[in-house]
């Protein structure tokens, strides 16, 4: 059974940080790419952010870009998002989620998602 657990989300102000974790179990974790969704109140979902399988190599979207790092570690079967220079509108719940296979980390059809984690920043 797999399953993604978020971790580290909270409230904080514009211009604080975050570091979201995601741990994943009963999946070969490096056969896998991580990414990150958010989902804002009356918005539909979005991409944020996507790490590639074996190597690491990671996506973003253009609104995080520069502010927000992911990275993964196949030993421990966790992925992070790590959020800098928070705004207001990066409130949403953030998901984790991942899917072997072919590399299109923008697409949303990711095999598993986890339950997510709300993250708030006030202004």
């Known amino acids: 059974q797999v399953q993604l657990v978020e971790s580290g989300g909270g409230l904080v102000q514009a211009g604080g940080s975050l570091r979201l974790s995601c741990a994943a179990s009963g999946l070969a974790f490096s056969t896998f790419h991580m990414a990150w969704f958010r989902q804002a109140p009356g918005k539909e979902r979005e991409f944020v952010a996507a790490a590639r399988d074996i190597d690491g190599i990671t996506y973003y979207a253009d609104s995080v870009k520069g502010r927000f790092s992911i990275s993964r570690d196949n030993a421990k079967n966790t992925v992070h998002l790590q959020m800098n220079s928070l705004k207001p509108e990066d409130t949403a719940v953030y998901y984790c989620?991942?899917?072997?296979?072919?590399?299109?980390?923008?697409?949303?059809?990711?095999?598993?998602w986890g339950q997510g984690t709300q993250v708030t920043v006030s202004s």
């Open positions: 989620a991942a899917r072997s296979g072919w590399w299109e980390p923008e697409r949303d059809d990711y095999e598993y």
